[in-house]
Antibody, heavy 118, light 107 residues
Framework: EVQLLDSGGGLVQPGGSLRLSCAAS????????MSWVRQAPGKGLEWASI????????HYADSVKGRFIISRDNSKNTLYLQMNSLRAEDTAVYYC???????????WGQGTLVTVSS | EIVMTQSPATLSVSPGERATLSCRAS??????LAWCQQKPGQAPRLLIY???TRATGIPARFSGSGSGTEFTLTISSLQSEDFAVYYC?????????FGQGTKLEIK
């Protein structure tokens, strides 16, 4: 059974940093493109970032580019999102999700809430 | 960046009836279009990819069509569990972008 377990969310002050994790199991993690998608309270979905299976290619939404870094450790079956210079507008539930051979976002984690507030 | 526009924002339909949701891309995304469903308090779930292919375990009452810039999600006979928010997503290039969502509510 495919499982994606998001963790690392919490309350952080504006300008602060936080690292999210997504622990994967039930599939060959090192073969899959992985993404982070976020959802501000009461709002729609926003795609944030994506990383290739090997980790050598990454892409970001303009809203997070230069502040967030996506990475992965295939030996630990874990995806990460390092979030720096956090702003109030980064407050959201963050979901990790996987692709499968051209099928986007076929499985999602349960999400982890990040709140940026003083 | 490709802008995805969904209509209507809210759709009121009675159980057993057909629902038709629309998604328009600001430029062609070929058939690289997906639909996701989200229920309150839950993570989204993939319904359709490649504009018309149902994801694993998705009932046949869900169907997708379209290519280029105009896409449609049709639910042929609404069940109680289908009332949710639906999002389209393009995966033609970077960045991927979602539509703003259509809330399907019980009439």
């Amino acid at each position: 059974e495919v499982q994606l377990l998001d963790s690392g969310g919490g309350l952080v002050q504006p300008g602060g940093s936080l690292r999210l994790s997504c622990a994967a199991s039930g599939f060959t993690f090192s073969n899959c493109v992985m993404s982070w998608v976020r959802q501000a309270p009461g709002k729609g979905l926003e795609w944030a970032s994506i990383i290739s299976p090997s980790g050598d290619t990454t892409h970001y939404a303009d809203s997070v580019k230069g502040r967030f870094i996506i990475s992965r450790d295939n030996s630990k079956n874990t995806l990460y999102l390092q979030m720096n210079s956090l702003r109030a507008e980064d407050t959201a539930v963050y979901y990790c999700a996987k692709d499968s051979s051209g099928i986007p976002l076929d499985y999602w984690g349960q999400g982890t809430l990040v709140t940026v507030s003083s | 960046e490709i802008v995805m526009t969904q209509s209507p924002a809210t759709l009121s339909v009675s159980p057993g009836e057909r629902a038709t949701l629309s998604c328009r891309a600001s430029q062609s995304v070929s058939s690289n279009l997906a639909w996701c469903q989200q229920k309150p308090g839950q993570a989204p779930r993939l319904l359709i990819y490649g504009a018309s292919t149902r994801a694993t375990g998705i009932p046949a009452r869900f169907s997708g069509s379209g290519s280029g810039t105009e896409f449609t999600l049709t639910i042929s006979s609404l069940q109680s569990e289908d009332f949710a928010v639906y999002y389209c997503l393009h995966f033609n290039n970077w960045p991927r972008t979602f539509g703003q969502g259509t809330k399907l509510e019980i009439k």
